[in-house]
T-cell receptor, first 116, second 113 residues
């Protein structure tokens, strides 16, 4: 069992739908991350939140909209996605960027997203 | 762009054998981390080695770091079928304040019973 919980585990949506991915951690971590992972590839960083503020946006298209309502929750709002957006979306957390660089990231098991 | 490159891309061994994976990177680092990913699951942190460390052990895992060659290796001793997974190295660039990990392409390890 992972300490970072992602819901739903699977999501199939049409290109005109609006949906949200959710991520929750109760480890008191203050940095949270969204990654996109295609099959047989490493994770690609999308967004980083530090103390509930967006600190990195890796030039992600605006059809992906992150939100960090509090220190335990991270959402990724999806709208008008394209078939190439089908992937595994991973959430991760770490203690907090003010604690220095030597921190592992804790990953959830991801949401497998399929765009029809 | 990815900081790390790993080889081999795929490794197939028998149970009980040792598995060695290598990782090279391009810039100065704060630390290097190894993660495991089982099929359909998230990544699991295995071990972190700081830039001023040369070797680290954790159970059946041994990691080495050579900053002069900008390379690292992960050795899994006495492998088991349950070790079958993808293994990724990831670096934190020196001076980074944003916690960004740069992942290598990964090595797919298959351990046959």
């Amino acid at each position: 069992d992972t300490e970072v919980t992602q819901t739903p585990k699977h999501l199939v949506m049409g290109m005109t739908n609006k949906k949200s991915l959710k991520c929750e951690q109760h480890m008191g971590h203050r940095a949270m991350y969204w990654y996109k992972q295609k099959a047989k590839k490493p994770p690609e960083l999308m967004f980083v939140y530090s103390y509930e503020k967006l600190s990195i946006n890796e030039s992600v298209p605006s059809r992906f909209s992150p939100e960090c309502p509090n220190s335990s929750l991270l959402n990724l709002h999806l709208h008008a996605l394209q078939p190439e957006d089908s992937a595994l979306y991973l959430c991760a957390s770490s203690q907090g960027l003010r604690q220095g660089p030597d921190q592992p990231q804790h990953f959830g098991d991801g949401t497998r997203l399929s765009i029809l | 762009s990815q900081q790390g490159e790993e080889d081999p891309q795929a490794l197939s061994i028998q149970e009980g054998e040792n598995a060695t994976m290598n990782c090279s990177y391009k810039t100065s680092i704060n630390n290097l981390q190894w993660y495991r990913q089982n099929s359909g699951r998230g990544l699991v942190h295995l071990i972190l080695i700081r830039s001023n460390e040369r070797e680290k052990h954790s159970g059946r895992l041994r990691v080495t770091l050579d900053t002069s060659k900008k390379s690292s290796s992960l050795l899994i001793t006495a492998s088991r079928a349950a070790d079958t997974a993808s293994y990724f190295c990831a670096t934190v660039v020196r001076g980074s304040t944003l916690g960004r990990l740069y992942f290598g392409r990964g090595t797919q390890l298959t351990v046959w019973p």
